[in-house]
């Protein structure tokens, strides 16, 4: 086909409120019961085969350990090697198909999950991962179609960039895909994220191979079904469930190994840093590492902020999806003309939040994700009761007998550099600390020095020269910085995600920039009528 093609303007999908008596209340009900109904049986997905193997895993709800939602066949270092040879067999034919035939597959799984797939792929969310309706329809259906709407017009964007052309010459970009195949690491807590990680690599015709974190498998498995009817060929995209050290000793040792995009922890993005660059003599090329890891998140709030605003950003920006966020806020700094009145209204919020299944609409708050998290959060707050320099104000019980439950928990802590203020704990924790309030500027250097990350921050406040400062101040300490809001809830195509410092390379997420880092340009100079003669005019006599 010829012609230049112009791809659908990208829109935000809009977001369903599920209101009582609501449409999509029903449906979603209707979805969750379903999948509750069922036992699945997951296969991996490697070229055109559904692999099972003799190893079966159980996948439980985290609010409900005894129900069995699926089991997921675990694969080993040969499944790997299986994926990548899938991924190289597939190479050739996907990476020189028109970009406007790989753009449609990708606007049409967009379309899949606004419709048929939306309550399918929200109960999958909600169910697997233990998110509430509202935070699985943000991230599992919205932020998903939207990555996919707006990475298409960003490939797009990229496609048309062209350089200039002199007298008797044309030049040409061309946006290879990398040589070899790529390798998509995803996280258990965004569906979207574990989406976005593989389809933006193979947007720009690249063969991927990817690894989801074993808590998000069930709702990763909705994502292969829904690329695989919006017309995904065989091999582009290979699902394996195996260990991180069988996935990394293969894929990392191999001479074809282009790319690593990966959202996680920071101490694994930097021994897989480390694993490359030890390994860098046996690769084609140097690979491309992107990821996005950790976060300790802040509120800095200032003496003019109106307390009311300042409680309602903590409570939403700390404890929706149970604190489960790389960006949720996990330190807040509370000037002390500010704090009894936003100590009030938060304590009021928190004795009216609700805890429990997310079948159960009228609950705020859900479980963690699986033991191991369980285990590591309540080990903070105990280690937060034993200092005489920290008062819990408010939670601080938690329960796992029927799901990885934790109540919200807020500590007060007279210690700027307390355990819980300076490293990343991923639950429902938050700490506390008040400054007095004429300090607001020594206070924007403790903010700024207390962390290794550099995520998300926000600076609530009136005084337009105290926002004018905290920004300027801030520069390095955040990669999104919010301006009188919670420091949660990137929007695709309007926030693009991502953090320096120890939080990752900051590619960000929904946005042109992290598209190209999936492609290797080839300058192309053609030259219309070529020189026979190599004497130039500066050599002729006078």
């Known amino acids: 086909m010829n012609g230049f093609f112009k791809v659908p303007a990208p829109k935000n999908e809009p977001v369903l409120n599920y209101a009582p008596g609501s449409k999509e209340r029903t449906l979603l009900q209707k979805a969750l019961a379903e999948a509750r109904a069922q036992t699945l049986d997951i296969p991996m997905y490697i070229g055109a085969e559904e692999v099972r193997t003799e190893k079966k895993k159980s996948l439980h709800p985290p609010h ?33 198909l028109d970009w406007e035939y790989r753009a449609s597959i990708f606007l049409k799984a967009a379309e899949l999950l606004a419709g048929p797939y939306r309550y399918k792929i929200n109960a999958a969310t909600m169910l697997g991962q233990s998110k509430n309706a509202y935070q699985a329809e943000i991230d599992s259906a919205c932020e998903l179609i939207d990555f996919l709407r707006y990475n298409v017009h960003f490939m797009s964007e990229i496609y048309r960039d062209q350089p ?13 895909p990398l040589e070899g195949f790529t390798f998509a690491l995803t996280p258990f807590n965004f569906t979207a994220i574990a989406g976005n990680l593989p389809t933006s690599m193979a947007m720009m015709g ?15 498995n909705v994502i292969m079904q829904v690329l695989k009817e919006a017309g995904l060929p065989d091999g582009v995209i290979n699902l394996v469930y195996v260990s991180g050290p069988d996935a990394g000793e293969v894929i990392f040792n191999h001479k074809d190994f282009a790319g690593l995009h990966f959202t996680g922890s920071t101490g694994v993005f930097q021994n897989m840093w480390k694993t490359i ?10 690979p491309r590492i992107v ?53 009030k209204y938060l304590l009021e919020d928190l004795k009216s939040m609700k805890m429990g299944p997310t079948e159960d609409f009228g609950n705020f708050i859900n479980a963690v994700i699986d033991e191991k998290a369980f285990t590591t959060i309540t080990d903070y707050i105990e280690k937060a009761r034993q200092n005489p320099l ?36 991923f639950g ?42 905290a920004t300027r101040k801030l520069t390095h300490a955040a990669g999104n910085f919010y301006i009188n809001d919670k420091p949660t809830g990137a929007v695709v195509g309007q926030q693009p995600f991502g953090g320096a410092r120890g939080s990752g390379t900051n590619d960000k997420a929904g946005a042109k920039v992290n598209l190209m880092r999936w492609v290797s340009m080839r300058t192309i100079k053609e ?9 130039y005019p500066f050599l002729d006599k006078e």
């Open 428 to 469: 429902p924790v938050l700490t506390v600390y008040v400054y007095h309030s004429e300090n607001f500027e020594q206070t924007l250097e403790l903010v700024d020095s207390t962390s290794p990350y550099a995520l998300t921050g926000s600076i609530m406040a009136k005084d337009r020269y105290a926002i004018e400062m």
């Open 390 to 425: 920290n008062e819990i104000i408010a939670g601080g019980q938690y329960d796992k007998s029927k799901g990885y439950f934790i109540e919200p928990t807020v500590i007060e802590s007279k210690d700027p550099s307390s355990l819980t203020m300076c490293e990343e704990i």
């Open 164 to 176: 200039d052309s002199g007298p008797g010459i044309w030049n040409r970009m061309e946006y290879r």
């Open 277 to 286: 660059g030890n390994n860098i003599h046996k690769y084609k090329s140097y």
């Open 527 to 535: 030259t219309f009528v070529t020189p026979v003669d190599y004497k």
């Open 64 to 96: 409900d350990r005894q129900h069995v939602l699926a089991y997921f066949h675990e694969g080993d270092k040969s499944h790997v090697e299986q994926a990548i040879n899938a991924a190289l067999g597939a190479k050739e034919l996907w990476a020189n």
């Open 291 to 343: 990821g996005e890891t950790g976060g300790k998140d802040f509120i800095m709030v200032h003496k003019s902020a109106d307390a009311k605003q300042v409680a309602t950003a903590i409570a939403r920006g700390a404890f929706e999806y149970q604190g489960q966020k790389c960006s949720a806020a996990s330190r807040v700094y509370v000037p002390s003309n500010l704090w009894d009145d936003v100590k």
């Open 206 to 220: 690249n063969t991927v191979v990817w690894k989801p974190a074993n808590t998000q498998i069930y709702a990763a």
